[in-house]
């Protein structure tokens, strides 16, 4: 069966440092991977989603880039880390050409 | 623009009541319309999606092609459906298949 995963589950950065969150998927071959944010009382914003290894789609302006160094492997990643970084992210996958997403356990940034 | 609209930031009940939590959309073509639902400390997780027409713990959602609604319904609501429920849309164009999620609905179930 297909599983997918994050880590780390929660970090605590100061304002300026780098980012890297690494999101995994098992079990299913040549998949769409996102990456969300979500934020209390706005829902989830999608950030990047990728259709291919090296393929990377943002869909906001922002602080953050993204990366697909391999087919199951998708990383958000930051230069410097602001304080509106701050937030739930969350990694995604779905079957191409299907809408139905599947969820990581997210991972809770808090940027100080 | 695609949009989905979930109007409740919170909607309270009580056990037993009936439960709806609406959800517009905005879309200019065929939409597939999912709700996801997430427990607490559980990750989001499909709950259903209108092509499969089925009732999943008790909850059904009608795709209402001329109000572009999609509302989640439940006659009779459980403590454990207490949970953050969102609404999506699954959309075309730069996005590919990517969703586009409401700001989402707590919905909460009290004895």
């Known amino acids: 069966s297909q599983t997918i995963h994050q880590w780390p589950a929660t970090l605590v950065q100061p304002v300026g440092s780098p980012l890297s969150l690494e999101c995994t998927v098992e079990?299913?071959?040549?998949?769409?991977l996102y990456w969300y944010r979500q934020a209390a009382g706005r829902g989830l914003q999608l950030l990047f989603y990728?259709?291919?290894?090296?393929?990377i789609s943002s869909e906001v302006p922002q602080n953050l880039s993204a990366s697909r160094p391999q087919d199951r492997q998708f990383i958000l990643s930051s230069k410097k880390l602001l304080l509106s970084d701050s937030g739930f992210y969350l990694c995604?996958?779905?079957?191409?050409?299907?809408?139905?997403?599947?969820f990581g356990p997210g991972t809770r940034l808090t940027v100080l | 623009a695609q949009r989905v609209t979930q109007p409740e930031k919170l909607l309270s009940v009580f056990k037993g009541a009936p439960v709806e939590l609406k959800c517009n959309y905005s879309?200019?073509?065929?939409?597939?319309l999912f709700w996801y639902v997430q427990y607490s400390r559980q990750r989001l997780q499909l709950l259903l999606r209108?092509?499969s027409r089925e009732s999943i713990k008790g909850f059904t959602a009608d795709l209402n092609k001329g109000e572009t609604s999609f509302h989640l319904k439940k006659p009779f609501a459980q403590e454990e459906d207490s949970a953050m429920y969102y609404c999506?849309?699954?959309?075309?164009?730069?996005?590919?298949?990517?969703?586009?999620f409401g700001k989402g609905t707590t919905l909460s179930v009290s004895s």
């Open positions: 995604a996958w779905s079957v191409r050409f299907t809408g139905e997403q599947f």
């Open positions: 209108h092509i």
């Open positions: 079990g299913t071959s040549n998949p769409n």
């Open positions: 879309y200019s073509g065929s939409p597939e």
């Open positions: 990728s259709v291919g290894i090296g393929q």
């Open positions: 999506a849309l699954s959309g075309t164009g730069q996005a590919g298949t990517a969703l586009i």
